[in-house]
């Protein structure tokens, strides 16, 4: 924001009409990128915690599932602003990647989690 007001100032001279105008972009910038975002987040994160995650242990399973959410948000963005077309591959790549994290994670839970002992530190009484 500050890059946008000091190069828009340069060039016109600074004003308080300049700033007010750069941080009431910015602001409804914010409220609608975090709208779109934060409701395609929300969607996910139930999809995965709810019905993919309790149903496919398989780890090709899961990075599908997460690869086709992305692709899903990707798309829809897409929709919207026609264009970006290459909104669609980079929602694939992040739901690719953010499956392969929840999963490492996941089965790490899922390992301290059968641990025998009562303390699932690691640690042993000696």
Same mark, same amino acid.
């Given at each position: 924001m500050v890059f946008?007001?000091?190069?828009?100032?340069?060039?016109?001279?600074? @004003?308080?009409?300049?700033?007010?105008?750069?941080?009431?972009?910015?602001?409804?910038?914010?409220?609608?990128?975090?709208?779109?975002?934060?409701?395609?987040?929300?969607?996910?994160?139930?999809?995965?915690?709810?019905?993919?995650?309790?149903? +496919?242990?398989?780890?090709?399973?899961?990075?599908?599932?997460?690869?086709?959410?992305?692709?899903? @948000?990707?798309?829809?963005?897409?929709?919207? +602003?026609?264009?970006?077309?290459?909104?669609?591959?980079?929602?694939?790549?992040?739901?690719?990647?953010?499956?392969?994290?929840?999963?490492?994670?996941?089965?790490?839970?899922?390992?301290?989690?059968?641990?025998?002992?009562?303390?699932?530190?690691?640690?042993?009484?000696?």
């Amino acid at each position: 924001m500050v890059f946008v007001f000091v190069s828009a100032g340069i060039k016109q001279g600074l @004003s308080i009409e300049m700033l007010q105008s750069v941080v009431k972009g910015f602001v409804l910038f914010w409220v609608a990128g975090s709208f779109f975002i934060g409701l395609q987040s929300m969607v996910y994160t139930i999809i995965m915690e709810f019905m993919v995650r309790p149903k +496919f242990r398989f780890r090709n399973a899961y990075l599908v599932a997460s690869c086709l959410l992305g692709t899903a @948000s990707g798309s829809i963005v897409d929709m919207i +602003f026609d264009s970006l077309p290459f909104v669609t591959l980079l929602g694939t790549i992040t739901g690719l990647l953010t499956g392969l994290i929840l999963y490492h994670k996941d089965m790490q839970t899922s390992a301290v989690n059968r641990m025998p002992s009562a303390d699932k530190t690691g640690a042993t009484d000696d």
